[in-house]
C-alpha cells in the first residue's frame, strides 16, 4: 500500500467533485431522509445530507463510486456539516460522532467495491479516503448580530469540542486522512486543527495526513472574516499540513490568480477544487465539464498544483474530463526552502 505522500510525488491526485449536487439528482423526499429510523423525529430532515450516510447509505455510497470510476484519487466522506454545532439545526447533535463513523464505511466500502471491480488498481496508491470537516454554521471571528460586532454566538471551546467529536468519528471509521475544507473564518480552522491535535495526543494514535482548503470569497482576494491569502496561510502552517489550498465561492476562471500565488508561497502541498463556474441567476452552475478541465489543465502546465477536483455544482463528468486533462502533467515540485537561522 502507497502512502498519500509517495502518491503525491508520483502525479498530481484528483479530489472528487460536489456530494450535494449529485444527492440533489435523486430528487429525495422528506421520507428518503427519515428511514425508519427517523419516521416520528420532531423536526423537518430533508437537507439533512450527511444523515443520509445512515438513512440511505446505498445512496452515498453510489455516488462515491462514481466519482472513483470517474478517476478520483481521494473521495471525501459526506460529514460537512456533520458535527454537534451544525447538526442542531435538526436537534441530531447527539448523532454527531454516529454519522461520521457511517460516513467514513460508506466511503471505505465504496473503494472496496471499486478495487474488487478494478484489481489492477490495488497495486498503485488509493484511493484514499478525506475525513471532510465542514467550515460550521457558527462562526468566531465574525458577529451575526450587525448591531453588535463584538458579540459571538459560540466560544472557541464549543468549536473545538464539536471538532474533536467528529474527527474521533471520522478516525474510528477508518478515513486515511483529515480534510478541513471550505475554510471562511481562520478561527474556526484553528479550533479544529487544536481539536485534531488534541485528539492524536490524547489517543496516542499516528496523526492522519491533514489537507487545509480555505474558501476566497470575492474579488479582493479575502476570506469572509478579513484575511487576505497569505496571511490565512500564514495562520495554518503551523498544522503542518500535507497540503494547503482553495475551493468553493469561486469558479476555476476566477480562482487562477490566487492559485499561482499559494502556489509560491506553500511550502507544502497545493490543491485547487472550485465550482463549476459562478452560479446563474437561479443559483444553478453552467460550467461545463471540459471548460473546468481547461482551466486546471493550465494551471497544472504553469506547476501551480498537486491535488485537483471540483467543488458545488460539478459532477462525475467534470472529474473524469478533469482527470484526464492532468494525467500526464508533472505535479507541483514540493519548493525547497531556506532554513532559517533561529
Known amino acids: 500500500m502507497h502512502t498519500i505522500q509517495e502518491a503525491l510525488r508520483e502525479k498530481i491526485l484528483i ?25 416520528d423525529w420532531p423536526s423537518d430532515l430533508k437537507g439533512n445530507n450527511d444523515l443520509l450516510c445512515i438513512t440511505r447509505p446505498d445512496i452515498i455510497r453510489d ?50 467495491t471499486f478495487l474488487e471491480k ?29 448591531n453588535n460586532p463584538g458579540f459571538r454566538s459560540i466560544g472557541f471551546d464549543e468549536v473545538a469540542e464539536a471538532y474533536y467529536e467528529q474527527v474521533k468519528g471520522l478516525s474510528d471509521g477508518g478515513v486515511d486522512l483529515l480534510l478541513i475544507e471550505t475554510i471562511f473564518d481562520t478561527l474556526n480552522a484553528k479550533a479544529a486543527i487544536y481539536a485534531i491535535k488534541k485528539f492524536y495526543r490524547d489517543t496516542g494514535r499516528p496523526e492522519l495526513p491533514l489537507m487545509i482548503s480555505g474558501t476566497i470569497t470575492d474579488a479582493s482576494g479575502r476570506t469572509l472574516s478579513g484575511q487576505t491569502l497569505e496571511a490565512f496561510y500564514t495562520s495554518v502552517e503551523h498544522a503542518n499540513p500535507l497540503s494547503v489550498g482553495l475551493n468553493c465561492a469561486l469558479g476555476a476562471e476566477q480562482m487562477r490568480p490566487h492559485i499561482e500565488e499559494l502556489s509560491q508561497i506553500a511550502a507544502c502541498y497545493t490543491s485547487a477544487y472550485p465550482n ?49 486533462h492532468v494525467k500526464s502533467i508533472e505535479p507541483r515540485p514540493l519548493p525547497v526552502l531556506e532554513l532559517n537561522n533561529h
Open 15 to 39: 479530489i472528487d467533485g460536489a456530494m450535494g449536487t449529485m444527492i440533489q439528482r435523486y430528487k429525495l423526499t422528506e421520507a428518503d431522509y427519515r428511514g425508519a429510523r427517523f419516521a
Open 63 to 112: 455516488i462515491h463510486l462514481e466519482y472513483l470510476e470517474a478517476g478520483a484519487d481521494i473521495i471525501e466522506t459526506n460529514t460537512f456539516n456533520a458535527q454537534a454545532v451544525s447538526l442542531a439545526d435538526y436537534q441530531m447533535s447527539e448523532l454527531a460522532y454516529e454519522l461520521n463513523v457511517a460516513a467514513a464505511r460508506c466511503a471505505r466500502e465504496a473503494i472496496t
Open 118 to 146: 478494478h484489481p489492477e488498481r490495488k497495486a498503485g496508491p488509493g484511493p484514499f479516503v478525506a475525513g471532510a470537516i465542514g467550515p460550521m454554521n457558527k462562526t468566531l471571528s465574525l458577529s451575526p448580530d450587525v
Open 276 to 324: 463549476a463556474g459562478l452560479p446563474n441567476a437561479m443559483g444553478e452552475y453552467d460550467e461545463l465539464p471540459h471548460q473546468t478541465a481547461h482551466f486546471l489543465e493550465e494551471w497544472a502546465k504553469e506547476g501551480f498544483v498537486n491535488i485537483v477536483g471540483g467543488c458545488c455544482g460539478t459532477t462525475p463528468d467534470h472529474i473524469r474530463h478533469i482527470a484526464q
